[in-house]
């Protein structure tokens, strides 16, 4: 597309104004995209997974974890009930991380994947 294809008869096939708000407008979808930040650089994370049957803290920093009750008994995490066969878990955005978690497992097992 160019700007122009003037006719000089009138205004009659003049698309000159037409085609300048076209290539503006292009150039502002060009500058939204250019304005969108890279993502950040991949970085290697440590995934952990273990069985419980006691009480105990979620390590700090993790980013993300899942606790399921794979016991027949109720447990608890941060003070609420996880029924056997619950599962729960966490998965905040890739620049967030989450602080330590308490869970009780006494009387049943947890399962209790988590990254950091």
Known sequence: MSVGDLKTDGQKGNNFPWQLKMLKGLQGIINAVLAIPAPLS?????PHAYNVSTSGMMPGNTYGFSIAN???ADG??????????YTVSFSPTSVDYLNSISYDATGTTFLITYID
Do not use: M
């Open 70 to 72: 794979v016991g027949a």
């Open 76 to 85: 608890s995490v941060d003070g609420e009930n996880l029924k056997p066969g």
């Open 42 to 46: 991949p970085q290697l994370r440590t």
